[in-house]
């Protein structure tokens, strides 16, 4: 049997034991870390595949903040995009104090403002 064929039968197993050895915080914990470390030797998919029906991590605190993460920066991202289109290319500046800003709800307030505005200083000065 090949390991990869193997995984999902150890992972069971690996759950099982956490569940009858340790408290459940304790089990989702030790599971975000394994589904974190197991990109040292998967891909993504493979990994989220693996993992994916394993509520514990979806749960876990550094999950959501690595998710969140990845959305502020894609917000930024998109937020310099817009603003590019609607007030031309960012000064130096005006780049540091949107990848400075890393508040989600703020970001997404802003990725709505850029349509009613007209300039960068007004972006970000409104709030």
């Known amino acids: 049997m090949r390991l990869d064929d193997a995984l999902p039968d150890v992972l069971e197993q690996i759950i099982a034991r956490l569940n009858q050895q340790t408290s459940p915080p304790n089990a989702g914990k030790i599971l ?19 993992f994916r029906r394993i509520q514990a991590v979806q749960e876990s605190t550094t999950y959501q903040a690595i998710l969140e993460e990845g959305a502020v920066r894609e917000a930024q991202q998109l937020l310099l995009k817009q603003g590019a289109i609607r ?21 997404h307030r802003m990725e709505i403002k850029v349509l009613s505005v007209s300039s960068w200083q007004q972006l970000l000065a409104a709030d």
């Open 32 to 50: 975000s870390g394994a589904y974190i470390l197991s990109g040292l030797r998967m891909g993504k998919e493979e990994a989220r595949k693996l």
């Open 87 to 107: 007030f031309g290319k960012p000064s130096r500046d005006i780049k540091i104090a949107i990848k400075q800003t890393e508040d989600l709800k703020k970001l």
